[in-house]
């Protein structure tokens, strides 16, 4: 592939456009004030109107509103206030709660927005596609997404991907200078994707000003589509809401015919409503979401599909790259070897003459502004070694070349010497694919492949130099027909990450199967693993291996395989295709144009933030912004915290509701006064929500989380394991409150003051259902967890309130509750005590396997 950096610079068409040197840094930001940003119209935020009318149609508003209706016919105005203000209360909450959402969701867009590499002040640099204005000069390569209308100024084998704009799949042919008819062929448009060549061109239009721009707002139409986990709670609220409406009407009549006050049994039903609709769990699956996607991309992971979050926990093999995943992607020359002598950079003696002539045709045949990191070795080893020799040629003119296919492994540069007629021709790529090229004998062959599995047996990227010399202008079509003379060979390092090794190990502790795919030699690939961690020692498979292979015979292959070499990129989506039909789900990584059918067959595509281009990243579901693999494993451990949290706090929520459903419905079977009342079941909104969505939500991962398998892909979080677990607590809670109640009516206590007890033991023994809840490993007091300062702020917030609706008259008037005393106190802390034994004996008994095979399947 051949980049425009090569060519000499281009006379410039217009100087006021810079484009030598690009525009200065204050031009562009002039002309972006004037122009507005390079991006198409943006669907609004939710404005306060907006937000306030979807509060006004949530259930529970709606619930408040019905209440306090009901005790201002009643007569009682101070709780019909009360309960008003609260709806101020609840509105807060959901504000507080979609913004912290929307903060997240609006960084994420801005970390996922395409990159342009274009020239600001004569330095090239990487900035927001959605900063260019025009003027900017741009440089284009293969695998990029064009970011703006352009004119081309310079073009190398340049072809176009415009598709999205003309619905011809046939990539379009450009270059500068188009004739008058064929005005489009020196121009590239906003959206249109690089297939092959480079450029660099002039942005000539931006934002809804360009090409894309003009054809409309259909992107605004496109929506994130609802995930498993969302459709599932949508299921429950629905299923759950149904049947809490059909419960309280039930309640209502039931109290109308047995009192005869239709008011009070209104009351009454509406109270249990409250108590049953579980409203916090979509809050809970939307905050727990987009904070987890927002918690990746501190971790250098940006999710661009929440889904990917969903499935991270549930991953069981990782199919990775070798160069830049598993190694660190900065590449050195370690060896030159010629047929006479060899070169090691270790020993640091000067250059052989011998080998002179293998490292000045390998500099030859890469790109002199290189962006491959073996490419900016072999450019830099070149400078240190050859400098103030002849053996370095700045003034040699790039006629064409030949790039890297999947049918040659090897390029060739042709270049134009000013002092001799001839064309040089420098080839390098697979020592097989040079060794093709030079047509050597069969014993010349033999001991070059020994050279090269001794040197890549040691870790070392080994490729092919040769050189030609052709006399004709006529170049051919095909590098197979130059009279190429073999060189030597030239060997690179790169060296595994230092936190790979552990990464790795982690996974296989978890029961994540690591899968190294490369195209590099076998032996390279085999010392890398083995270096990395991987299994070395069983069956390595090349692409020639696997394209000879059936479905059936590959299947019983990938048992035991975990290197794979020599892999083109097309040949990834078989493997891919292959695992995913075993019943194993599949995370791969990926950077090229290539890699894309790959990534997207994977059930989560992983692209590479820093060298990927831009259709990898938009395939892929995650991105590694510092490409490192040990991120990619730390996406994984938040995988399982999500999931794990999200069933901790649905486990919740279950037992939390289950004694307000009880309490709300006795009192019609016993003939009790009411217990709970709307502002009871608020003032519990008030703990129940935040703690779903903070405190489990801020959970860390437990210790033991990534020594156990994956999840099955199937796994619901609504199971009967999260089902049981929550009934069984809260059970339990309610026959406790229930005895506690009838204890102290049954010792002379008045109503109010039981209610009082009643309330007091509910809300303390909700915080020990929060804290019991946080670990289901052992119990809580003999955890060794961090610190979850979100729970302890909330209990605060909690004890407190609950302190100012004991001992302020008036809220304890709107409460129905008597000033309390010492003893009701303690025994309202010893009840949430008891509760707290009761949720750890129910941990403890369902973690054994005999009652979890019971009572959890």
Known sequence: ??????????????????????????????????????ALPESQPRSALRLLGDVLREPMFLLLVACGAVYLVLGDRNEALMLLGFVFVVMGISFVQQRRTERSLDALRELSSPQALVLRDGVARKIASREL?????????????????????????????????????????????????????????????ITQGTARARVTATGERSALGRIGRSLEALGAEDTPIQRETRQIVQRVAVLGLLLAAGLALAWWLTTGDWLRGLLAGLTLAMAVLPEELPVVLTLFLGLGAWRLTREQVLARSIPAVELLGATTVLCVDKTGTLTANRMAVRSIRSEADDYDSVSALPLQDAVHDVLEFAVLASHRRAFDPMESAIGACGQRLLADTEHLHGDWTLVDDYPLSPEMLAMSRVWQSPDRSERMIAAKGAPEAIVDLCHLDTTRHAAIAEQVAAMAGNGLRVLGVARAVFAAQALPGNQHDFDFEFLGLIALEDPVRPDVPQAIAECRAAGIRVVMITGDHPATATSVARQA?????????????????????LAARLVDTSIFCRVQPEQKLRLVQALRARGDVVAMTGDGVNDAPALKAAHIGVAMGARGTDVARQAAALVLLNDDFASLVTALRYGRRVFANLRKAFVFVIAVHLPIIGLSILPVLLGWPMLLMPVHILFLQLIIDPACSVVFEAEPLEPQAMTAPPRRPDARLFDAAVLVRGLWQGAGLLVLLVAVYALARSAGQADDAARTLLFTALVLSNLALIHANRAWGPVSWTANGSANHAFRWIALAAVGLLGLVLGVPAVRRVFAFAPPSAVLLLVGVGTALLSLLWFEAVKWWLSRPAAAARWCT
């Open 1 to 38: 592939m051949i980049r425009v950096e090569d060519q000499p610079p281009a006379d410039p068409p217009r100087a006021a456009v810079g484009d030598g040197h690009g525009l200065s840094s204050t031009e562009a930001r002039q002309r972006l004030a004037l122009d507005g940003p390079n």
């Open 133 to 193: 204005v025009r003027g900017d000069i741009v440089l284009l390569a293969e695998g990029d997404r064009v970011p703006a209308d352009m004119a081309l100024l310079q073009s190398a084998n340049l072809s176009v991907d415009e598709s999205m704009l003309t619905g011809e799949s046939v990539p379009v042919s450009k270059r500068v200078g188009a004739a008058d008819d064929d005005q489009n062929a020196g121009q590239v448009f906003s959206g249109t994707l």
């Open 533 to 553: 961690g991987l299994d070395a020692d069983g069956q390595v498979m090349t692409g020639t291996e696997l394209d000879a292979l059936g479905d059936t015979e």
